[in-house]
Nanobody, 124 residues
Framework: QVQLVESGGGLVQAGGSLRLSCAASGRTVSMLTMAWFRQPPGKEREFAAASSWSKGSTDYADSVKGRFTISRDSAKNTVYLQMISLKPEDTAVYYC?????????????????WGQGTQVTVSS
């Protein structure tokens, strides 16, 4: 079993930055494909970013490309999502997810483990 705990959410003005953290336990993140999803108010959960443990490849949704960066610290067993140039439309609950497969996936159904989520609110 893998347990994931997100932190770092909060209220920020448009144009600001936040860094989300996802602390994993139960397995090392160096052997997991990790992802961040988000769920805006009244909408379905959507893919934001993913990082494969194999070859270190990353994948981003078009809406966040160039503004969000996913990274991992194996020593801390933690994955991060650095977010810059935030927009009001980035407001959502952000979820960390993990899967054992080596390929990044953009569908929620392909991930086996989920955190409880952290709220990010971007004011205009």
């Amino acid at each position: 079993q893998v347990q994931l705990v997100e932190s770092g959410g909060g209220l920020v003005q448009a144009g600001g930055s936040l860094r989300l953290s996802c602390a994993a336990s139960g397995r090392t993140v160096s052997m997991l494909t990790m992802a961040w999803f988000r769920q805006p108010p009244g909408k379905e959960r959507e893919f934001a970013a993913a990082s494969s443990w194999s070859k270190g490849s990353t994948d981003y949704a078009d809406s966040v490309k160039g503004r969000f960066t996913i990274s991992r610290d194996s020593a801390k067993n933690t994955v991060y999502l650095q977010m810059i140039s935030l927009k009001p439309e980035d407001t959502a609950v952000y979820y960390c997810a993990a899967r054992s497969g080596a390929v990044t996936q953009t569908s929620t159904s392909r991930y086996d483990y989920w955190g409880q989520g952290t709220q990010v609110t971007v004011s205009s």
